[in-house]
Protein backbone atom coordinates (compact mmCIF):
# COMPACT_ATOMS: atom_id res chain seq x y z
CA UNK A 1 0.00 0.00 0.00
CA UNK A 2 1.28 3.56 -1.05
CA UNK A 3 1.78 5.73 2.03
CA UNK A 4 -0.80 8.73 1.67
CA UNK A 5 0.28 11.84 1.09
CA UNK A 6 0.55 14.36 3.84
CA UNK A 7 -1.98 17.27 3.53
CA UNK A 8 -1.22 20.92 3.82
CA UNK A 9 -1.75 22.71 7.10
CA UNK A 10 -5.07 24.17 7.10
CA UNK A 11 -4.17 27.61 7.70
CA UNK A 12 -1.28 27.39 4.78
CA UNK A 13 -4.77 26.64 2.64
CA UNK A 14 -6.84 29.12 3.87
CA UNK A 15 -3.61 31.89 3.44
CA UNK A 16 -3.10 30.98 -0.25
CA UNK A 17 -7.50 31.28 -0.83
CA UNK A 18 -6.92 34.62 0.57
CA UNK A 19 -4.19 35.25 -1.60
CA UNK A 20 -6.15 34.51 -4.89
CA UNK A 21 -9.24 36.27 -3.63
CA UNK A 22 -7.06 39.85 -3.10
CA UNK A 23 -4.65 39.31 -6.61
CA UNK A 24 -8.78 38.58 -7.96
CA UNK A 25 -10.25 41.35 -6.46
CA UNK A 26 -7.30 43.56 -7.52
CA UNK A 27 -8.23 43.44 -10.98
CA UNK A 28 -11.97 44.14 -10.30
CA UNK A 29 -13.35 47.49 -12.21
CA UNK A 30 -15.71 49.53 -10.55
CA UNK A 31 -18.27 51.74 -12.33
CA UNK A 32 -20.81 54.07 -10.35
CA UNK A 33 -24.60 53.40 -10.83
CA UNK A 34 -27.41 55.48 -11.03
CA UNK A 35 -30.79 54.64 -8.96
CA UNK A 36 -33.66 57.30 -8.52
CA UNK A 37 -34.79 57.44 -5.21
CA UNK A 38 -38.42 58.78 -4.77
CA UNK A 39 -38.00 60.03 -1.82
CA UNK A 40 -38.92 63.80 -0.69
CA UNK A 41 -36.84 64.45 2.80
CA UNK A 42 -33.77 62.51 1.31
CA UNK A 43 -33.88 65.01 -1.83
CA UNK A 44 -34.52 67.87 0.10
CA UNK A 45 -31.31 66.83 2.39
CA UNK A 46 -29.53 65.89 -1.06
CA UNK A 47 -29.87 69.41 -2.78
CA UNK A 48 -29.76 71.97 0.90
CA UNK A 49 -25.87 70.00 1.17
CA UNK A 50 -25.31 70.63 -2.73
CA UNK A 51 -26.93 74.73 -2.60
CA UNK A 52 -24.70 75.39 1.02
CA UNK A 53 -21.40 73.60 -0.23
CA UNK A 54 -22.29 75.75 -3.49
CA UNK A 55 -22.78 79.08 -1.55
CA UNK A 56 -19.97 78.69 0.08
CA UNK A 57 -17.83 78.28 -2.86
CA UNK A 58 -19.36 81.20 -4.83
CA UNK A 59 -19.36 83.66 -2.10
CA UNK A 60 -16.50 82.76 0.02
CA UNK A 61 -13.98 80.95 -1.74
CA UNK A 62 -14.71 83.28 -4.99
CA UNK A 63 -15.85 86.42 -3.91
CA UNK A 64 -14.39 87.05 -0.25
CA UNK A 65 -11.43 85.04 -0.85
CA UNK A 66 -10.66 85.75 -4.24
CA UNK A 67 -9.09 82.40 -4.76
CA UNK A 68 -9.15 82.93 -8.71
CA UNK A 69 -6.02 85.06 -8.22
CA UNK A 70 -2.48 84.73 -7.88
CA UNK A 71 -1.28 86.52 -4.77
CA UNK A 72 1.72 87.74 -3.28
CA UNK A 73 2.16 88.68 1.06
CA UNK A 74 4.98 90.61 2.49
CA UNK A 75 5.96 93.29 -0.18
CA UNK A 76 9.25 94.98 -0.54
CA UNK A 77 9.14 98.11 1.83
CA UNK A 78 10.97 101.00 2.40
CA UNK A 79 10.18 103.55 5.43
CA UNK A 80 11.79 107.30 6.04
CA UNK A 81 10.73 109.41 8.97
CA UNK A 82 10.84 112.70 10.38
CA UNK A 83 9.85 114.51 13.51
CA UNK A 84 9.33 118.43 14.16
CA UNK A 85 8.60 120.34 16.99
CA UNK A 86 9.67 122.25 20.23
CA UNK A 87 8.88 121.65 23.59
CA UNK A 88 9.63 123.41 26.91
CA UNK A 89 10.75 121.54 30.36
CA UNK A 90 11.13 123.45 33.89
CA UNK A 91 14.67 124.15 33.07
CA UNK A 92 14.79 124.57 29.29
CA UNK A 93 14.07 124.23 25.60
CA UNK A 94 14.17 121.08 23.46
CA UNK A 95 14.36 121.05 20.16
CA UNK A 96 14.36 117.51 17.82
CA UNK A 97 17.38 116.97 17.97
CA UNK A 98 17.91 116.47 21.92
CA UNK A 99 14.83 114.46 22.18
CA UNK A 100 14.61 112.37 19.27
CA UNK A 101 16.48 108.83 19.67
CA UNK A 102 18.10 107.81 16.76
CA UNK A 103 18.06 110.80 14.37
CA UNK A 104 18.38 108.97 11.82
CA UNK A 105 14.90 108.61 11.05
CA UNK A 106 14.30 104.62 10.61
CA UNK A 107 11.03 102.94 11.07
CA UNK A 108 12.01 102.74 15.15
CA UNK A 109 12.47 105.67 16.68
CA UNK A 110 11.83 107.00 20.15
CA UNK A 111 10.09 110.46 21.61
CA UNK A 112 12.05 111.31 24.63
CA UNK A 113 8.77 112.61 26.66
CA UNK A 114 10.45 112.81 30.60
CA UNK A 115 14.08 112.67 31.87
CA UNK A 116 15.76 111.80 35.33
CA UNK A 117 19.38 113.41 34.85
CA UNK A 118 22.05 112.87 37.24
CA UNK A 119 24.65 115.85 36.08
CA UNK A 120 28.50 115.55 36.52
CA UNK A 121 29.20 112.29 37.18
CA UNK A 122 33.05 111.20 37.80
CA UNK A 123 34.99 108.31 38.17
CA UNK A 124 35.36 107.88 42.10
CA UNK A 125 34.06 106.28 45.26
CA UNK A 126 30.55 106.84 46.73
CA UNK A 127 27.91 104.99 48.06
CA UNK A 128 26.06 102.54 46.62
CA UNK A 129 22.55 102.76 45.74
CA UNK A 130 19.84 101.56 48.23
CA UNK A 131 18.08 99.89 45.34
CA UNK A 132 20.72 97.45 44.94
CA UNK A 133 20.58 94.34 46.80
CA UNK A 134 22.56 93.84 49.87
CA UNK A 135 23.46 97.07 49.32
CA UNK A 136 22.44 98.25 52.97
CA UNK A 137 24.85 97.27 55.99
CA UNK A 138 25.53 98.35 59.68
CA UNK A 139 28.93 98.00 59.72
CA UNK A 140 32.37 97.67 57.67
CA UNK A 141 32.19 93.46 57.89
CA UNK A 142 29.02 93.55 56.18
CA UNK A 143 30.57 94.83 53.21
CA UNK A 144 33.11 92.41 51.05
CA UNK A 145 35.94 94.36 49.46
CA UNK A 146 36.32 93.87 45.77
CA UNK A 147 32.93 92.24 45.45
CA UNK A 148 31.11 93.03 41.99
CA UNK A 149 27.47 93.15 41.98
CA UNK A 150 26.16 92.92 38.67
CA UNK A 151 23.06 94.77 39.15
CA UNK A 152 25.34 97.49 41.34
CA UNK A 153 27.27 100.92 40.59
CA UNK A 154 30.66 99.96 40.75
CA UNK A 155 33.55 97.25 42.69
CA UNK A 156 32.83 97.68 46.31
CA UNK A 157 35.77 98.90 48.88
CA UNK A 158 34.80 97.45 52.02
CA UNK A 159 34.02 100.42 53.73
CA UNK A 160 30.04 101.30 55.32
CA UNK A 161 29.82 105.14 54.71
CA UNK A 162 26.48 107.21 55.25
CA UNK A 163 23.78 107.30 52.25
CA UNK A 164 23.29 110.81 50.03
CA UNK A 165 20.09 111.31 52.64
CA UNK A 166 19.01 110.28 55.78
CA UNK A 167 20.17 107.81 58.59
CA UNK A 168 20.91 104.79 56.44
CA UNK A 169 23.93 103.59 55.20
CA UNK A 170 25.32 101.72 52.30
CA UNK A 171 28.60 99.93 51.29
CA UNK A 172 30.96 102.26 49.51
CA UNK A 173 31.95 101.31 45.61
CA UNK A 174 34.74 102.85 43.03
CA UNK A 175 32.69 103.78 40.16
CA UNK A 176 31.03 107.04 38.47
CA UNK A 177 29.90 108.97 41.22
CA UNK A 178 27.13 110.01 42.72
CA UNK A 179 25.21 107.10 41.56
CA UNK A 180 21.94 107.36 39.36
CA UNK A 181 19.41 107.45 42.50
CA UNK A 182 21.86 109.45 45.09
CA UNK A 183 21.29 112.85 42.56
CA UNK A 184 19.17 112.78 40.04
CA UNK A 185 16.97 115.72 38.55
CA UNK A 186 13.66 114.91 37.16
CA UNK A 187 12.39 117.32 33.66
CA UNK A 188 9.39 116.45 31.77
CA UNK A 189 8.90 117.17 28.51
CA UNK A 190 5.39 116.21 27.53
CA UNK A 191 4.12 119.84 27.76
CA UNK A 192 3.74 120.32 24.21
CA UNK A 193 5.04 117.14 22.71
CA UNK A 194 1.01 116.28 21.56
CA UNK A 195 1.58 118.43 18.83
CA UNK A 196 5.17 117.18 17.27
CA UNK A 197 4.44 116.36 13.41
CA UNK A 198 5.66 113.17 12.15
CA UNK A 199 5.82 112.30 8.48
CA UNK A 200 5.92 108.66 7.68
CA UNK A 201 7.12 108.36 4.15
CA UNK A 202 6.85 104.68 2.63
CA UNK A 203 7.14 103.17 -0.17
CA UNK A 204 6.22 99.57 -1.07
CA UNK A 205 7.27 97.03 -4.45
CA UNK A 206 5.78 93.94 -5.62
CA UNK A 207 8.24 92.12 -7.55
CA UNK A 208 5.90 89.00 -8.63
CA UNK A 209 3.98 91.57 -10.62
CA UNK A 210 6.13 94.65 -11.38
CA UNK A 211 4.07 96.67 -9.11
CA UNK A 212 5.27 99.99 -6.97
CA UNK A 213 3.88 102.52 -5.01
CA UNK A 214 4.18 105.09 -2.09
CA UNK A 215 1.91 107.04 0.18
CA UNK A 216 2.62 110.59 -1.23
CA UNK A 217 1.12 111.45 -4.27
CA UNK A 218 2.87 114.07 -6.53
CA UNK A 219 1.55 116.89 -5.84
CA UNK A 220 2.42 120.76 -6.15
CA UNK A 221 5.15 121.90 -4.22
CA UNK A 222 4.69 122.80 -0.95
CA UNK A 223 1.83 120.49 -0.46
CA UNK A 224 3.20 118.45 2.85
CA UNK A 225 3.48 121.59 4.46
CA UNK A 226 0.53 122.74 4.79
CA UNK A 227 -1.24 119.49 5.30
CA UNK A 228 -1.74 116.75 7.80
CA UNK A 229 -3.29 113.53 7.62
CA UNK A 230 -6.99 112.77 7.16
CA UNK A 231 -8.66 109.44 6.32
CA UNK A 232 -11.09 111.26 4.07
CA UNK A 233 -9.51 114.34 2.66
CA UNK A 234 -5.67 113.92 2.94
CA UNK A 235 -5.10 110.27 2.44
CA UNK A 236 -1.54 110.98 0.83
CA UNK A 237 -0.40 113.33 3.09
CA UNK A 238 1.36 110.88 5.64
CA UNK A 239 1.83 113.94 8.65
CA UNK A 240 0.66 112.71 11.62
CA UNK A 241 0.78 114.79 15.03
CA UNK A 242 1.82 112.45 18.19
CA UNK A 243 -1.20 113.28 20.06
CA UNK A 244 -3.61 112.00 17.03
CA UNK A 245 -1.42 109.15 17.21
CA UNK A 246 -1.72 108.39 20.94
CA UNK A 247 -5.21 108.84 20.94
CA UNK A 248 -6.00 106.31 17.96
CA UNK A 249 -4.36 103.76 19.62
CA UNK A 250 -6.90 104.01 22.65
CA UNK A 251 -4.13 105.95 25.21
CA UNK A 252 -4.33 108.57 27.86
CA UNK A 253 -1.13 110.78 26.99
CA UNK A 254 -0.35 111.80 30.14
CA UNK A 255 0.13 108.77 31.79
CA UNK A 256 2.10 107.23 28.69
CA UNK A 257 4.79 110.51 28.63
CA UNK A 258 5.17 109.79 32.47
CA UNK A 259 5.74 105.92 32.32
CA UNK A 260 6.74 105.58 28.30
CA UNK A 261 5.08 102.89 25.69
CA UNK A 262 5.62 101.59 22.75
CA UNK A 263 2.53 102.55 19.76
CA UNK A 264 2.97 100.71 16.49
CA UNK A 265 1.97 102.53 13.10
CA UNK A 266 0.67 99.75 11.23
CA UNK A 267 0.71 100.43 7.33
CA UNK A 268 -1.46 97.84 5.39
CA UNK A 269 -1.08 97.51 1.46
CA UNK A 270 -4.14 95.24 0.07
CA UNK A 271 -3.87 95.56 -3.61
CA UNK A 272 -6.50 94.38 -6.63
CA UNK A 273 -4.43 94.41 -9.37
CA UNK A 274 -7.12 93.28 -11.66
CA UNK A 275 -8.45 96.93 -11.18
CA UNK A 276 -6.75 100.06 -11.55
CA UNK A 277 -3.57 101.44 -9.51
CA UNK A 278 -5.96 104.36 -7.98
CA UNK A 279 -7.74 101.59 -6.24
CA UNK A 280 -4.45 100.43 -4.26
CA UNK A 281 -4.78 103.04 -0.79
CA UNK A 282 -2.42 102.20 2.66
CA UNK A 283 -4.83 102.04 5.41
CA UNK A 284 -3.57 103.36 8.57
CA UNK A 285 -3.99 101.39 11.89
CA UNK A 286 -2.60 102.15 15.34
CA UNK A 287 -2.10 100.26 18.46
CA UNK A 288 -0.20 99.72 21.96
CA UNK A 289 2.13 97.34 21.51
CA UNK A 290 4.11 97.13 24.94
CA UNK A 291 2.21 94.95 27.98
CA UNK A 292 0.36 97.67 29.67
CA UNK A 293 -1.36 95.52 32.36
CA UNK A 294 1.75 94.32 33.65
CA UNK A 295 3.31 96.30 36.49
CA UNK A 296 6.48 94.49 36.37
CA UNK A 297 7.41 95.07 32.64
CA UNK A 298 4.82 98.11 32.26
CA UNK A 299 6.44 101.34 30.38
CA UNK A 300 9.38 102.04 28.29
CA UNK A 301 13.03 103.57 28.79
CA UNK A 302 16.97 103.83 27.95
CA UNK A 303 20.24 104.83 29.48
CA UNK A 304 22.45 106.82 27.51
CA UNK A 305 25.28 109.30 28.77
CA UNK A 306 26.76 112.90 27.24
CA UNK A 307 30.29 112.74 27.74
CA UNK A 308 32.45 116.03 28.46
CA UNK A 309 36.32 117.30 30.03
CA UNK A 310 36.56 119.49 32.97
CA UNK A 311 39.63 120.50 34.11
CA UNK A 312 41.21 117.62 31.86
CA UNK A 313 38.84 115.34 33.86
CA UNK A 314 36.53 113.04 31.98
CA UNK A 315 32.56 113.97 33.12
CA UNK A 316 29.64 112.94 32.12
CA UNK A 317 25.54 113.64 32.40
CA UNK A 318 23.30 110.00 32.55
CA UNK A 319 20.12 110.87 31.26
CA UNK A 320 17.50 108.32 31.81
CA UNK A 321 14.72 108.54 29.50
CA UNK A 322 10.85 107.68 29.28
CA UNK A 323 9.44 107.99 26.16
CA UNK A 324 6.79 106.86 23.47
CA UNK A 325 8.55 104.70 21.13
CA UNK A 326 7.02 104.93 17.47
CA UNK A 327 7.38 101.24 15.66
CA UNK A 328 5.83 101.62 11.81
CA UNK A 329 5.22 97.86 10.56
CA UNK A 330 4.39 97.68 6.67
CA UNK A 331 2.65 94.56 5.65
CA UNK A 332 -0.25 93.86 2.79
CA UNK A 333 -0.80 91.34 -0.35
CA UNK A 334 -1.67 91.66 -3.60
CA UNK A 335 -3.76 89.50 -5.83
CA UNK A 336 -4.20 89.28 -9.85
CA UNK A 337 -6.19 86.74 -11.81
CA UNK A 338 -4.24 83.63 -12.71
CA UNK A 339 -6.11 80.21 -14.22
CA UNK A 340 -4.60 77.80 -12.42
CA UNK A 341 -5.75 79.08 -9.08
CA UNK A 342 -8.95 79.37 -10.54
CA UNK A 343 -9.22 75.76 -12.14
CA UNK A 344 -7.87 74.10 -8.92
CA UNK A 345 -10.42 75.90 -6.65
CA UNK A 346 -13.51 75.22 -9.55
CA UNK A 347 -12.08 71.26 -9.42
CA UNK A 348 -12.27 71.59 -5.52
CA UNK A 349 -15.32 72.83 -5.41
CA UNK A 350 -17.42 70.35 -8.14
CA UNK A 351 -15.55 67.52 -6.28
CA UNK A 352 -17.02 68.75 -3.08
CA UNK A 353 -20.63 68.81 -4.38
CA UNK A 354 -20.79 64.98 -4.37
CA UNK A 355 -20.51 65.40 -0.73
CA UNK A 356 -23.82 65.50 -1.07
CA UNK A 357 -24.66 62.12 -2.53
CA UNK A 358 -21.76 60.73 0.14
CA UNK A 359 -24.08 61.46 2.88
CA UNK A 360 -27.41 60.91 1.09
CA UNK A 361 -26.26 57.17 0.40
CA UNK A 362 -24.89 56.94 4.34
CA UNK A 363 -28.52 57.48 5.31
CA UNK A 364 -29.49 55.19 2.91
CA UNK A 365 -27.99 52.65 3.92
CA UNK A 366 -28.02 53.18 7.48
CA UNK A 367 -31.40 54.47 8.53
CA UNK A 368 -33.92 54.22 6.27
CA UNK A 369 -36.38 51.79 6.13
CA UNK A 370 -35.45 50.28 3.06
CA UNK A 371 -31.77 50.09 3.37
CA UNK A 372 -31.66 46.39 2.34
CA UNK A 373 -33.48 47.38 -1.00
CA UNK A 374 -31.23 50.00 -1.35
CA UNK A 375 -28.14 47.72 -0.61
CA UNK A 376 -29.23 45.11 -2.65
CA UNK A 377 -30.20 47.47 -5.60
CA UNK A 378 -26.75 49.33 -5.96
CA UNK A 379 -24.41 46.53 -5.44
CA UNK A 380 -24.13 44.29 -8.56
CA UNK A 381 -21.07 42.01 -9.24
CA UNK A 382 -20.80 41.20 -13.18
CA UNK A 383 -18.06 38.45 -14.07
CA UNK A 384 -16.46 37.66 -17.67
CA UNK A 385 -16.69 34.26 -19.14
CA UNK A 386 -13.30 32.33 -18.50
CA UNK A 387 -13.35 30.42 -21.94
CA UNK A 388 -14.91 32.78 -24.88
CA UNK A 389 -16.01 30.63 -27.89
CA UNK A 390 -16.64 34.02 -29.75
CA UNK A 391 -15.06 37.29 -30.50
CA UNK A 392 -14.14 39.89 -27.94
CA UNK A 393 -16.96 41.76 -29.74
CA UNK A 394 -19.45 39.39 -28.59
CA UNK A 395 -18.41 38.51 -25.32
CA UNK A 396 -18.09 42.41 -24.66
CA UNK A 397 -21.96 42.73 -25.66
CA UNK A 398 -22.98 39.81 -24.02
CA UNK A 399 -21.53 41.47 -20.55
CA UNK A 400 -23.00 44.69 -21.32
CA UNK A 401 -26.72 42.61 -22.10
CA UNK A 402 -26.35 44.53 -25.41
CA UNK A 403 -26.84 40.61 -27.25
CA UNK A 404 -28.74 37.82 -26.47
CA UNK A 405 -27.27 35.33 -23.78
CA UNK A 406 -26.39 31.74 -24.79
CA UNK A 407 -28.74 29.14 -24.39
CA UNK A 408 -28.72 27.15 -20.99
CA UNK A 409 -26.82 23.76 -20.64
CA UNK A 410 -30.20 22.16 -18.75
CA UNK A 411 -32.24 23.07 -21.56
CA UNK A 412 -31.07 20.66 -24.09
CA UNK A 413 -33.14 17.35 -25.84
CA UNK A 414 -33.65 15.19 -23.46
CA UNK A 415 -33.07 12.54 -26.33
CA UNK A 416 -29.13 14.04 -26.43
CA UNK A 417 -28.85 12.49 -22.86
CA UNK A 418 -27.06 9.36 -24.89
CA UNK A 419 -24.80 11.11 -27.19
CA UNK A 420 -21.32 12.33 -27.01
CA UNK A 421 -21.09 15.63 -25.38
CA UNK A 422 -19.13 17.37 -28.17
CA UNK A 423 -21.83 16.16 -30.37
CA UNK A 424 -24.60 17.67 -28.17
CA UNK A 425 -23.07 20.35 -27.76
CA UNK A 426 -22.12 21.15 -30.98
CA UNK A 427 -26.36 20.63 -31.70
CA UNK A 428 -27.07 22.97 -28.52
CA UNK A 429 -24.72 25.88 -30.06
CA UNK A 430 -25.84 25.18 -33.84
CA UNK A 431 -29.71 25.67 -32.96
CA UNK A 432 -30.30 26.89 -29.74
CA UNK A 433 -33.70 26.74 -28.15
CA UNK A 434 -36.04 29.78 -28.04
CA UNK A 435 -35.51 31.72 -25.13
CA UNK A 436 -38.25 33.92 -23.48
CA UNK A 437 -37.66 37.66 -22.98
CA UNK A 438 -39.12 39.89 -20.01
CA UNK A 439 -42.10 41.66 -21.54
CA UNK A 440 -41.23 44.60 -19.22
CA UNK A 441 -37.61 46.29 -18.17
CA UNK A 442 -39.29 49.62 -15.97
CA UNK A 443 -36.24 51.92 -14.79
CA UNK A 444 -34.56 51.21 -11.31
CA UNK A 445 -36.12 53.19 -8.81
CA UNK A 446 -37.06 53.04 -5.27
CA UNK A 447 -40.02 54.89 -3.70
CA UNK A 448 -41.68 55.27 -0.45
CA UNK A 449 -45.06 53.92 -1.92
CA UNK A 450 -46.79 50.91 0.04
CA UNK A 451 -45.22 47.81 -1.33
CA UNK A 452 -47.19 45.14 -3.77
CA UNK A 453 -48.57 42.19 -3.86
CA UNK A 454 -46.71 39.51 -2.16
CA UNK A 455 -46.83 37.10 -5.59
CA UNK A 456 -43.98 38.05 -8.21
CA UNK A 457 -44.65 40.30 -10.60
CA UNK A 458 -43.91 40.06 -14.45
CA UNK A 459 -40.29 41.12 -13.96
CA UNK A 460 -39.79 40.02 -10.72
CA UNK A 461 -37.16 37.61 -11.97
CA UNK A 462 -35.37 39.70 -14.04
CA UNK A 463 -32.46 40.59 -11.55
CA UNK A 464 -32.12 37.27 -9.85
CA UNK A 465 -33.20 34.27 -11.61
CA UNK A 466 -31.70 34.80 -15.05
CA UNK A 467 -28.15 32.51 -15.04
CA UNK A 468 -25.69 32.70 -17.58
CA UNK A 469 -23.79 29.17 -18.30
CA UNK A 470 -20.69 30.98 -19.92
CA UNK A 471 -19.81 32.22 -16.46
CA UNK A 472 -21.29 35.55 -16.00
CA UNK A 473 -22.95 36.11 -12.89
CA UNK A 474 -26.57 37.38 -11.82
CA UNK A 475 -27.57 40.71 -13.06
Known sequence: MAAAEPKPPAGAATARRLARGCWSAFWDYETPKVIVVKNRRLGVVYRTVQL???????????????????????????????????????????????????PEGGSVFSIITRMEVT??????????????????????????????????????????????????????VSGWCPVEDGASVSQFLGKMAPNFTILIKNSIHYPKFQFSKGNIENWKEGYLKQCTFDEVSHLYCPIFKLGFIVEQAGENFTELAHSGGVIGVIINWDCD????????????SFRRLDPKHIPASSGYNFRFAKYYKINGSTTRTLIKAYGIRIDVIVHGQAGKFSLIPTIINLATALTSIGVGSFLCDWILLTFMNKNKVYSHKKFDKVCTPRHSSGSWPVTLALVLGQAPPPPCPSSTDPGQAGRPKD????????????????????????????????????CASQDSTLTDPRGLAQL
Open 423 to 458: EGQSQAWATPPPRPRPTCAPPEQMADAPERGAGPGP
Open 52 to 102: LILLYFVWYVFIVQKSYQDRETGPESSVITKVKGITLSEHKVWDVEEYVKP
Open 119 to 172: PSQTLGICPESVRVTNATCDSDEDCVAGHLDMLGNGVRTGRCVPYYHGASKTCE
Open 273 to 284: LDLSASKCNPKY
